[in-house]
Nanobody
Framework: QAQLVESGGGLVQAGGSLRLSCAASGYTFRSDYMGWFRQAPGKEREWVGAIRWIGGDTWFADSVKGRFTISRDNNKSTVYLQMNSLKPEDTGVYYC??????????????????????WGQGTQVTVSS
């Protein structure tokens, strides 16, 4: 059974860094790209960024561009979200997700949750001011 497990969350002061990991197991499903989303209390889920397994191309939301990076280790089936210069508004539960809907699908974007098939359980990130 496919499973995505996030780890690495925690409490950090503003300006600090954290690295989240997302490990995929039970990998009998196809995955072309991985995305990171977050949800703050009382707010809607927000897309953070995404990466292609092949080639490693990345996309980022404007709110994190220049501060966050995404990398992957194909051998370990693991994706990483490196978060630097953290701000209190980065606080939330961070989720990774796996998608395989072809990018040439009309309307496809890396920030659309419906194009992701599997989701992790989330890891809490809290940034104190």
């Amino acid at each position: 059974q496919a499973q995505l497990v996030e780890s690495g969350g925690g409490l950090v002061q503003a300006g600090g860094s954290l690295r989240l990991s997302c490990a995929a197991s039970g990998y009998t499903f196809r995955s072309d790209y991985m995305g990171w989303f977050r949800q703050a209390p009382g707010k809607e889920r927000e897309w953070v960024g995404a990466i292609r397994w092949i080639g490693g191309d990345t996309w980022f939301a404007d709110s994190v561009k220049g501060r966050f990076t995404i990398s992957r280790d194909n051998n370990k089936s693991t994706v990483y979200l490196q978060m630097n210069s953290l701000k209190p508004e980065d606080t939330g539960v961070y989720y990774c997700a796996s998608g395989a809907v072809p990018e040439w699908t009309p309307g496809w974007t890396p920030w659309t949750p419906n194009f992701y098939d599997y989701w992790g359980q989330g890891t809490q990130v809290t940034v104190s001011s």
